[in-house]
């Protein structure tokens, strides 16, 4: 197992958005902490001889991390199909060993029935924008309905929320730390060249 300082060397070649959408809320995940997500879930034993589907996989940070780590196989799902042709680059760009299975298709619908043990690993939209609340919401019951772990990315303060979600759906809040994600200025609205914003990550097992 590589540490988690040669994952983030490893996954700072992904490259993000070209043309990110607002409603969509498209950041590229920082690589240090798309590291410290996939080194935990490794060290649990969630990714390797696993199914790993990333949920909202935008250009592929945290599908691209799991497959460094021996999954049995790599799923990464988005709705909006110019990202998964950036995540297709990006795949070349790591140069890993196994391949991951680009979909397109809506993460709160998804098309997927997974045969085996899966970990989900997510970083959905928070739902800041206007008429977008609670968008991490169906990520969450994706994720409740195909894997028996997962871990996502959420805004600071939504502990009590992930945890009442878990305990309606038969799931268990089991680790969860704090993270910061930097922000570059990349909509209209962003008044700074960058913000670094508080996050928190869960990993919820769920009943089977």
């Not at 994952?7 to 809320?25: I, K, M, S, T």
């Not at 001889?49 to 990464?76: F, H, N, Q, S, Y």
């Not at 969450?140 to 945890?163: C, K, M, P, R, W």
């Not at 680790?175 to 670094?196: C, K, N, R, V």
Request: glycine letters at 8%.
């Amino acid at each position: 197992m590589s540490t988690k300082t040669r994952l983030a060397q490893q996954l700072a070649v992904v490259a993000g958005f070209e043309d990110p959408r607002v409603d969509l809320e498209q950041y590229r995940t920082p690589p240090d902490v798309a590291a410290h997500l996939i080194h935990t879930a490794d060290l649990q034993g969630d990714i390797e001889d696993r199914i790993v589907v990333d949920l909202g996989t935008g250009t592929g940070m945290l599908a691209l991390g799991a497959v460094l780590r021996g999954p049995e196989t790599v799923v990464g799902l988005d709705l909006d199909p110019d990202p998964l042709a950036t995540a297709r680059a990006n795949e070349r760009r790591v140069a890993a060993a196994a391949d991951v299975e680009w979909v397109r298709g809506d993460a709160t619908n998804v098309p997927l029935a997974p045969d085996g043990p899966t970990t989900v690993v997510m970083n959905p939209p928070f739902g800041a924008q206007s008429g977008n609340e609670h968008a991490d919401r169906g990520f969450l019951a994706t994720a409740a309905e195909i894997s028996d772990v997962s871990y996502s990315i959420h805004n600071a303060g939504s502990q009590d929320f992930v945890e009442s979600f878990a305990a309606d759906n038969g799931g268990t809040v089991t680790h969860a730390f704090a993270a910061e994600l930097d922000l570059p200025h990349q909509f209209e609205f962003h008044d700074s060249a960058s913000q670094t914003i508080d996050v928190e990550v869960f990993r919820v097992a769920w009943d089977d």
